[in-house]
């Protein structure tokens, strides 16, 4: 009976410290890697839906993209009469263990590449530590098809961007990001889900 009391008690134990350690709504429930081992290597692209929306007594538009990893559909509606293009699309991803980072973005022809620092943000909030992640961009460079590229730096305050981790596994994760804004007589809101698979 005693060692059946400790068994329960070491279960209980486990079981909170692992569920302690699971921060996106989707991530393992399980995981020997820590999360900085998990987001390491390289990654592409395989999935990604984006909606943009303005809104204002005088004009409204919703811009909607979703693309696979090799293709892409954009919808711009734009006073209620819609419009869809079709284009190729990919995205390759590096993270370093050392906090580096650098992506490739090819669309339609058009390469643009940066390179910089990556973290997990702190817990602010009712966000928990480690859920987000962020990348401070300090290069980047643009090469249309026929045109020279272009290429600019960035030193102190560097760009910033912030995802919630929504699951983060050893070959697989989803960012998502929200945001809204209102202002005098218009509204803005942008919402973007990317799923990322380890190459």
């Known amino acids: 009976m005693k060692n059946y009391k400790i068994i329960l008690l070491l279960l209980a134990v486990f079981a909170t410290t692992f ?3 699971k921060k996106g709504e989707d991530d393992p429930a399980l995981s020997l ?7 390491a ?9 984006s909606t943009n929306t303005f809104s204002s007594d005088l004009y409204n538009s919703t811009n909607i993209m ?20 079709v284009g190729t699309l990919s995205w390759q991803w590096t993270f ?5 980072y650098k992506y490739t973005r090819t669309e339609d022809g058009n390469i643009n590449s ?3 620092t990556w973290n997990f943000t702190a817990g602010i909030g009712d966000l928990k530590d480690k ?13 249309p098809p026929t045109l020279p590229a272009t290429s600019e730096t960035w030193t102190g305050n560097y760009i910033d961007n912030v995802f919630d981790l929504k699951e983060l596994r050893n070959k697989k994760m989803v960012w998502y990001q929200k945001t809204t804004s209102v202002s005098s007589g218009s509204s803005y809101s942008s919402e973007m889900e990317i799923t990322l698979e380890a190459k």
Do not use: F, H, L
Request: aromatic share 6%.
């Open 19 to 21: 569920s302690a350690c």
């Open 33 to 39: 890697r820590s999360r900085k081992a998990r987001v």
């Open 41 to 49: 290597g390289e990654w592409k692209m395989t999935n990604i839906k």
């Open 66 to 85: 979703t693309g696979d990893g090799s293709t892409y559909t954009r919808t711009m509606t734009t006073m209620g009469t819609p419009s869809t293009t």
């Open 96 to 100: 370093e263990k050392d906090g580096k």
């Open 114 to 116: 940066s390179a910089g």
């Open 131 to 143: 859920s987000q992640i962020t990348y401070y961009e300090q290069s980047s460079t643009s090469q």
